[in-house]
């Protein structure tokens, strides 16, 4: 990554810092190039806005690039997955439909967490609940054995999660739930409703807005109406 020798100078650098003795060497060299050289030089940053502005000008980094985020066709040609045994029944469509937003760092993690759980089962090759066990690891963290709830704290998680899904599956246009569950996750979730988009979004209405939030405060709302309970098992949603 250049934005370590490529940081924007500023007052507080002393005159005679390292960094800013390098920074000024690359401009030196790059300024070096006439244009017969067929030369091109690359550089890789997440943190654009931190680089130097002298680095930024024509005949140095003048050309940006912008990497974005993979769409569902990038997300199905999951480079990651080439170096593991997959089964042949393996879906990755309707993984990477559950994956909205994710970065390859995310993908090659859930592949990998797949191939962990595949080999502790005994197997040879990951099979789709290895994936799908996968992608709820990363998003929600392992289950969570250990920590048992009273049968009454049981209940109302239960009921909690079954307001979620009551609501998304009565309002119009909201993304179907694909799982419900009751089981203790390690960041803290003590269970979740988990809805999965038909299709790639990237415009939101207002009407699916005030949908989300609605099915959000479904699980408040099952609480209330079922136990007469306010709980802090809504904070998560209001958040």
Known sequence: SISSIGKSRDSQMQSNDEREQTLNQLLTEMDGFDTSKGIVILGATNRPEILDKALLRPGRFDRRVIVDRPDLKGRIANVHSK??????????ESIAKGTPGAVGADLANIVNEAALRA??????????EDLEEAVEVIIAGKEKKDRILSNKEREVVAFHEVGHALVAGLLEGTDPVHKITIVPRTMGALGYTMQLPEEEKYLVSKEELMNQIMVMLGGRAAEEEVFNLVSTGASNDIE
């Open 83 to 92: 170096d593991v045994k997959m089964s042949s029944n393996v879906n990755l």
């Open 119 to 128: 080999v502790r089962s005994g197997r040879e090759e990951v099979i789709q």
